[in-house]
Every structure is written in structure tokens, then in C-alpha cells.
T-cell receptor
Framework: DAKTTQPTSMDCAEGRAANLPCNHSTISGNEYVYWYRQIHSQGPQYIIH???NNETNEMASLIITEDRKSSTLILPHATLRDTAVYYCIVRVEPRAAGNKLTFGGGTRVLVKP | GAGVSQTPSNKVTEKGKYVELRCDPISGHTALYWYRQSLGQGPEFLIY????????DSGLPNDRFFAVRPEGSVSTLKIQRTERGDSAVYLC???????????FGPGTRLTVL
């Protein structure tokens, strides 16, 4: 699986949009971008994933650049409960071989009042 | 519905002892994964089951670690002759089928004194 690079930490203001960048310049054509988050003392929580088109669900939006070398996770209206470590993961076609998730260090996001 | 559950939530043991950690996946999920998370780091893959069989055990650190899933549902991670370096949070995840979104349990915090 391709390596990802994320900022170590970032702060954002409650009620504002939080934009979390991820670099995956070595991504292959059959690799998806996944985002998980981990709130303190809990297991990782799935947020969203995509291949090349932008995706949106009830939690967040995922914007993938046209060359697929980077992506941004957008939390539209950050709340204090969004404080967590956010992991960007690149993973081969889900139903192909290699079902494990390879986590990096993630971005520690602190939402401030 | 019920999510992934793990027991115990905390386990303290002495160096050299044997421990068992249990994972109850989401009902009907055929794929089950174990990860280990050391303090300040992202989770690391240990082993993946499809049904009763271990499809990928490449992440098990050594032969002191073993996992079973005899009936294709509940799984037990077994650690023999525990060492202080085994102290970590052990996470379990399940997915409805291989490659689908993985849903994580809360983890078992293992402390080896």
C-alpha cells in the first residue's frame, strides 16, 4: 500500500470547517483513500473512502485531486466531539488481496471553543 | 445494532504469564481482524480471519502470539510467556465480507508488569 503523509497536529475552531490534508504521491490506480478517526480511548471509527471522485456522507466530505496524489478530508462544522486523531490510509482495491489497514501516525486534531 | 465487543477492557498480568483476549464481531460479519496499538502510534495489523481460517497472519510478531476463530464468529488472541513489550491496546475489527469497511471494537488494554 502507498505511504501517506499527514501533518502531526492541527487546531480548528468550533463551528468552522476543518480541512485535513493528506499526501499520497505514490498512490496506484487501484488504491483507494480511506479516512478513519480515533477518539481518545476508543477504537478507530470509519469516516469515508473514495477512489477518484469526491465523496460526501453524513460525517464528512472527501476531496481527491485530479492526479490523486493528495486528498483533503473536510469536516463541515467541527464540534468539540470531533477532537481526535485522524488517519488517512491508502489501500488496494478492497476486494483484492491485502485486506489489512496500514495506519500511519495520523493528524491530531484539537477543536477549540 | 451491537458493534464489535472486546473483553476484558483491561488486563494486567505479570511477565511470563499467559493471556487470552476475546473479540465478538458484529453478527454476520465473516471477516475479523486483530491489530495492536502502542502508545502514541497508529494501530498495527496482526492477523486476519476469513471464516474460521487465518487468511493472513503476517503481522504476528513471533510464535508467542496465536489467534483462533473456531466457529467463524468469536475470536481469541492468545499470548504466551508475556513480555513487558507486549503492553499495548489490542484492537479487533470485523467486516461483512473481505475488503469491506472494517468496524473496530473499543480494544483491550494489556499491561504486562
Amino acid at each position: 500500500d502507498a505511504k501517506t503523509t499527514q501533518p502531526t497536529s492541527m487546531d480548528c475552531a468550533e463551528g468552522r470547517a476543518a480541512n485535513l490534508p493528506c499526501n499520497h504521491s505514490t498512490i496506484s490506480g487501484n488504491e483507494y483513500v480511506y479516512w478513519y478517526r480515533q477518539i481518545h480511548s476508543q477504537g478507530p471509527q470509519y469516516i469515508i473512502h473514495g477512489l477518484k471522485n469526491n465523496e460526501t456522507n453524513e460525517m464528512a466530505s472527501l476531496i481527491i485531486t485530479e492526479d490523486r496524489k493528495s486528498s483533503t478530508l473536510i469536516l463541515p462544522h467541527a464540534t468539540l466531539r470531533d477532537t481526535a486523531v485522524y488517519y488517512c490510509i491508502v489501500r488496494v482495491e478492497p476486494r483484492a488481496a491485502g485486506n489489512k489497514l496500514t495506519f500511519g501516525g495520523g493528524t491530531r486534531v484539537l477543536v477549540k471553543p | 445494532g451491537a458493534g464489535v465487543s472486546q473483553t476484558p477492557s483491561n488486563k494486567v498480568t505479570e511477565k511470563g504469564k499467559y493471556v487470552e483476549l476475546r473479540c465478538d464481531p458484529i453478527s454476520g460479519h465473516t471477516a475479523l481482524y486483530w491489530y495492536r496499538q502502542s502508545l502514541g502510534q497508529g494501530p498495527e495489523f496482526l492477523i486476519y480471519f476469513q471464516g474460521t481460517g487465518a487468511a493472513d497472519d503476517s503481522g504476528l510478531p513471533n510464535d508467542r502470539f496465536f489467534a483462533v476463530r473456531p466457529e467463524g464468529s468469536v475470536s481469541t488472541l492468545k499470548i504466551q510467556r508475556t513480555e513487558r513489550g507486549d503492553s499495548a491496546v489490542y484492537l479487533c475489527a470485523s467486516s461483512s465480507s473481505p475488503g469491506d469497511t472494517q468496524y473496530f471494537g473499543p480494544g483491550t488494554r494489556l499491561t504486562v508488569l
